[in-house]
């Protein structure tokens, strides 16, 4: 596949923004039903969205991660369910692209492949003859009734020598799906759990996590696969949080003029100075967010160009960066939704969804705001970081 087939990351955006319809439609049937629409994830798939990440070999776009931020930002403004799943889709694949180009070529086989995956190592790998035997449960799994293929943590314990985390790559089909997801927030992602029952995987498709972990396990060409796992995983997130704080922007701001104060003298909520203060203060943060995302996404585009090795504070800024787009989209989102009114507890009212979609990802392990910004004060403090996701 030549370049000149790769679309621009403009027309990737323009395409996804006039999804945004579509998507919107699907919006409360997600809810009600804890997954991602079928006519959703289509799609997404004919804007190519599942391509992005998948190599340009097999017909994807090797696409930068300011384009993943971009893409997801019009994606989340539209649904926030919608735009986890893709941006989930995203990270795994980026990781599948670790793996040897004869594994590759299994995965990448299927048009639109969709990969989820996990970095929690719930499960326990036994080494036996041509790979590994896995047991164990993975939660949280974004994406799953979508996808071919899921990514896996598993600590090995070898015959010799101190158990250690291997990542691993598992057809969906050898995998028990639990359908356990019934949440307050991101309820459209279908984020069920998966369990894997005495399943065998072939040494070929079985990397050491930390060699992925530090950017050392790439078989694929491109640069862009050739970084450190988390500031990449960081990246391929934060478009998300954009998008849902812009999108709340959107309902409020939409429903503003015909809105009363009741029991005040304000026919038209627009005209209340307090009003002002929260659509400004929300605003400000809401571009802080983006800020950040731009300054992460930059960040990733320019080591993976350059080459150069990543700098131990570099990570932790990357951490750093995710952080604060979660913490900044919140309080943009909290303002709007706290000043949208008793009516806006109806099921029918975006707003609602967004809050508790975005209250969800505050409590996520990776992305928690105060785990992240605590991350980067200690290396900052000369520390060493406390974690291996960095």
């Not at 997404?44 to 190599?55: E, I, M, Q, S, Y």
């Not at 949280?140 to 979508?146: Q, V, W």
């Not at 356990?180 to 069920?192: I, M, N, Q, Y």
Request: net charge negative; charged share 20%.
């Amino acid at each position: 596949m030549s370049s000149t087939d790769v679309p621009t990351r403009e027309e990737l955006v323009r395409r996804v923004a006039e999804l945004a319809p579509a998507l919107k439609k699907h919006s409360n049937w997600q809810e009600q039903n804890r997954r991602v629409h079928e006519e959703s994830i289509e799609a997404l798939a004919d804007a190519g969205v599942f391509k992005l990440r998948r190599p340009k070999r097999y017909g994807g776009y090797e696409a930068d991660t300011r384009t993943l931020v971009d893409v997801a930002t019009e994606i989340g403004r539209a649904d926030g369910s919608t735009s986890w799943v893709a941006s989930v889709y995203w990270i795994p694949t980026w990781m599948a692209c670790q793996f040897s180009e004869a594994v590759q070529d299994e995965v990448f086989a299927t048009p639109d492949v969709r990969v989820c995956g996990t970095l929690s190592p719930t499960a326990m790998a036994a080494p036996v003859d041509g790979g590994v035997v896995v047991n164990g449960k993975w939660g949280f799994i974004s994406g799953a009734l979508h996808a071919q293929w899921q990514e896996i943590i598993a600590i090995l314990v070898p015959p010799e020598g101190e158990p250690y985390p291997i990542m691993a790559l598992v057809p969906i089909s050898d995998l028990l799906i639990v359908d356990d997801w019934d949440t307050s927030g991101l309820r459209g992602t279908g984020s069920v759990s998966t369990v894997a029952q005495d399943v065998f995987i072939p040494a070929e498709r079985v990397l050491p996590l930390p060699a992925v972990l530090e950017g050392q396990g790439a078989a694929a060409s491109a640069s862009i696969y050739r970084a450190p796992l988390l500031p990449v995983a960081s990246a391929s997130s934060v478009g998300t949080l954009v998008g849902m704080a812009k999108g709340a922007q959107d309902t409020f701001l939409k429903r503003l003029p015909d809105r009363k104060i009741t029991y005040t003298a304000y026919d038209s909520q627009r005209e209340a100075p307090i009003t002002h203060h929260q659509v400004a203060e929300s605003a400000l943060k809401i571009d802080e967010a983006e800020f950040h995302a731009h300054r992460l996404s930059t960040l990733v585009d320019r080591k993976t160009t350059d080459g150069t090795p990543w700098k131990l504070e570099e990570r932790a800024i990357a951490r750093a960066d995710l952080g604060a787009v979660v913490r900044l989209a919140k309080e943009g989102i909290d303002i709007l939704a706290g000043a949208s009114g008793g009516s806006s507890v109806y099921q029918g009212i975006p707003i609602q969804r967004i809050a508790r979609d975005v209250a969800a990802v505050n409590l996520h392990a990776l992305m928690h705001p105060n785990t992240n910004t605590e991350l980067y004060g200690r290396v900052l403090c000369g520390l060493e970081p406390n974690t291996l996701y960095i």
